[in-house]
């Protein structure tokens, strides 16, 4: 089993959906988990993060963590054509050497 | 600031033949990594360097040399070209202390080995 899998795409909605991408993990001891965004032909770039399980909102985008199910989501709201990109999950543990473990990253197109 | 900047763009190499991929970055990171991302396979860690003179391999440090004789710059080496290495290179890098889960990427580097 991967350490990281991520739900396979490409994803394509209609704008003003609500985009669900998730990923599991099997890594107990990770503790940080990520989300980045990577628009074509960009380097990644940090959109959201979460400590440990809970939610986490900021406007249209809300991540969750499930420690219990070791899954985690982001959630899109009202989903805009800007949207479109790819979306990586990234994992680490503590400790100041940690590295990030990311997802195969999976493509959302919103189509306006 | 420039953030994290990389050198070349694009580039195109026979099988066999050597080249340094440039990364700098001014913010004063002592972190630094390199990634390879191949279509489909997220970002695969290849050396990462926790400060000046300090580097080790991450998960496919095959056919790669990094070396860290500054804070601001990681060159990427690769010897001996195989198609196998045709594929999209990040730099990134990261504060030492604190938020340690946000690295900041580079644009990326483009390579062809045919």
């Known amino acids: 089993q991967k350490e990281v899998e991520q739900d396979p795409g490409p994803l394509s909605v209609p704008e003003g959906a609500i985009v669900s991408l998730n990923c599991t993990y099997s890594?107990?001891?990770?503790?940080?988990f990520m989300w980045y965004r990577q628009y074509s032909r960009k380097g990644p770039e940090l959109l959201m993060y979460?400590?440990?399980?809970g939610n986490k909102e900021d406007g249209r985008f809300t991540a969750q963590v499930d420690k219990s199910s070791k899954y985690i989501s982001l959630f899109i709201r009202d989903s805009q054509p800007s949207d479109s990109a790819t979306y990586l999950c990234a994992m680490s543990a503590t400790g100041a050497n940690s590295k990030l473990t990311f997802g195969k990253g999976i493509t959302l197109s919103v189509r306006p | 600031n420039a953030g994290v900047t990389q050198t070349p763009k694009f580039r195109i190499l026979k099988i066999g033949q050597s080249m340094t991929l440039q990364c700098t970055q001014d913010?004063?990171?002592?972190?630094m990594y390199w990634y390879r991302q191949d279509p489909g396979m997220g970002l695969k860690l290849i050396y990462y360097?926790?400060?000046?003179?300090?580097?080790d391999k991450g998960e496919v440090p095959n056919g790669y040399n990094v070396s860290r004789s500054t804070t601001e710059d990681f060159p990427l080496r690769l010897e001996l070209a195989a198609p196998s290495q045709t594929s999209v290179y990040f730099c990134?890098?990261?504060?030492?202390?604190?938020?340690?889960?946000?690295?900041?990427f580079g644009p990326g580097t483009r390579l062809t080995v045919t």
């Open positions: 360097s926790v400060g000046a003179g300090i580097t």
């Open positions: 990134a890098s990261r504060n030492g202390q604190g938020s340690h889960y946000e690295q900041y």
């Open positions: 979460t400590y440990s399980s």
């Open positions: 890594n107990s001891a990770f503790q940080y």
């Open positions: 913010m004063n990171h002592n972190y």
